[in-house]
């Protein structure tokens, strides 16, 4: 899967929609992939304060883990668990999540993911189970 195949699936999803994501980079072989998340308040708890909600960032960290394994499958791979630890809160930045498949079995892929700031300032890290059966169709 190339870097504008990845953003035409992400750009099909509707609710990859809501979060305006778009894929900076990805390396099907190596189960890598970078995804960007322009700030908005309405990804915010207030306004004003500019704190992200972690429901987003959870969700980002989702999203780019789901996508390491798709990319490295070939095909869908819907999440059956994730784990997130928050470091510190972002606030009015725009936020990156580098994802990496660790591995990629017949039936369970598992990707690790951190997400951070431009700078490099990381906010969290994830980990996420998914599945890897052939059921779920062509990615």
């Known amino acids: 899967m190339t870097l504008d195949d990845l953003n035409a699936l992400l750009a099909g999803a509707e609710f990859h929609k809501i979060l305006k994501l778009r894929a900076e980079a990805c390396d099907a072989a190596a189960g890598q992939v970078t995804l960007h998340l322009p700030f908005d308040t309405a990804y915010t708890l207030f306004a004003g304060m500019g704190n992200y909600h972690g429901g987003v960032i959870a969700a980002l960290a989702d999203v780019a883990a789901t996508m390491a394994c798709t990319v490295r499958a070939g095909r869908p791979t819907?999440?059956?668990?994730?784990?997130?630890?928050?470091?510190?809160?972002?606030c009015k930045v725009d936020l990156f999540a580098d994802a990496r498949a660790r591995k990629v079995g017949r039936s369970v892929g598992v990707a690790d993911v951190s997400?951070?700031?431009?700078?490099?300032?990381?906010?969290?890290?994830?980990?996420?189970?998914f599945s890897t059966g052939a059921a779920g169709g062509k990615a």
């Open 115 to 129: 997400v951070r700031d431009r700078d490099g300032t990381v906010f969290a890290l994830a980990r996420g189970t």
């Open 78 to 90: 819907p999440t059956v668990d994730l784990r997130i630890d928050y470091l510190q809160a972002p």
